[in-house]
T-cell receptor, first 112, second 114 residues
Framework: GQQVMQIPQYQHVQEGEDFTTYCNSS?????IQWYKQRPGGHPVFLIQ?????EVKKQKRLTFQFGEAKKNSSLHITATQTTDVGTYFC????????????FGQGTTLQVKP | DTGVSQNPRHKITKRGQNVTFRCDPI?????LYWYRQTLGQGPEFLTY????????KSRLLSDRFSAERPKGSFSTLEIQRTEQGDSAMYLC????????????FGNGTRLTVT
C-alpha cells in the first residue's frame, strides 16, 4: 500500500538557524498537505500543494511539491521557539479516495 | 463553529473490556475520519465516512474495531475485548468532501489499557 516517509525524525536547532524536513511517497500523490502538532496538541492544517513543482510561502515557511508529485519539503527560515512541534506531511494516493496517509513526522526542538 | 469534539478525553480500561468513543464533527462537514496515534508516530488511518456511508476501512483494523455514523452527524468508535496494544490516542477529524479539503482534528481520546 501507499507509504509516506519523512526525514529526519528529530531535529534540534539553535534559535535563528534554518530547518528543513523532507517527505517522500511511494506513489504519485494527487496533492500534499502539511500539518503541525504542538506538544500535547492535535494536528493543525498548515497548507496544501496540488500542482507539480508548486512552491508556497507562509511568512518564514516555504513549502515545495516535487515535479513528479512524489516528494515535498518544508523549510523554515530563522527558527523561533514558537516553531517547536512535529510537522507532518500527508497525501492522497489518488483522486478518488478521501483516505489521507500521514508520514511519521519530524519533531523540531528549538534552543533559545 | 465549535470545532471537532471528542469524548471522553481519557479512558482507562482493563484488558478484555469494551470501550466506545464519540466524535462530534464540525456541523457543515460531511466527511468524518478516525485515526490512531502512538508516541512518536504520525496519525494512522483507521476509517472514514462520507455522510453516513463508511467508504474505507484500514486493512490493519481488526474485527474488534467498529465505527458507525448512523445519521451522518456524530460517530462512535467501539473497540471490543481491548488489548494492551490498543493503548493510543484516538483522533477524530472532519472535512468537506473533496480531496482538497483539509482535515480539522479534535483533541482526541487517550486510551490506556491495563
Amino acid at each position: 500500500g501507499q507509504q509516506v516517509m519523512q526525514i529526519p525524525q528529530y531535529q534540534h536547532v539553535q534559535e535563528g538557524e534554518d530547518f528543513t524536513t523532507y517527505c517522500n511517497s511511494s506513489t504519485t500523490l494527487s496533492n500534499i498537505q502539511w500539518y503541525k502538532q504542538r506538544p500535547g496538541g492535535h494536528p493543525v492544517f498548515l497548507i496544501q500543494l496540488v500542482k507539480s513543482g508548486e512552491v508556497k510561502k507562509q511568512k518564514r515557511l516555504t513549502f515545495q511539491f516535487g515535479e513528479a508529485k512524489k516528494n515535498s519539503s518544508l523549510h523554515i527560515t530563522a527558527t523561533q521557539t514558537t516553531d517547536v512541534g512535529t510537522y507532518f506531511c500527508a497525501g492522497h494516493g489518488s483522486s478518488n479516495t478521501g483516505k489521507l496517509i500521514f508520514g511519521q513526522g519530524t519533531t523540531l526542538q528549538v534552543k533559545p | 463553529d465549535t470545532g471537532v469534539s471528542q469524548n471522553p478525553r481519557h479512558k482507562i480500561t482493563k484488558r478484555g473490556q469494551n470501550v466506545t468513543f464519540r466524535c462530534d464533527p464540525i456541523s457543515e462537514h460531511n466527511r468524518l475520519y478516525w485515526y490512531r496515534q502512538t508516541l512518536g508516530q504520525g496519525p494512522e488511518f483507521l476509517t472514514y465516512f462520507q455522510n453516513e456511508a463508511q467508504l474505507e476501512k484500514s486493512r490493519l483494523l481488526s474485527d474488534r474495531f467498529s465505527a458507525e455514523r448512523p445519521k451522518g452527524s456524530f460517530s462512535t468508535l467501539e473497540i471490543q475485548r481491548t488489548e494492551q496494544g490498543d493503548s493510543a490516542m484516538y483522533l477524530c477529524a472532519s472535512s468537506f468532501a473533496g480531496e482538497n479539503s483539509p482535515l480539522h482534528f479534535g483533541n482526541g481520546t487517550r486510551l490506556t489499557v491495563t
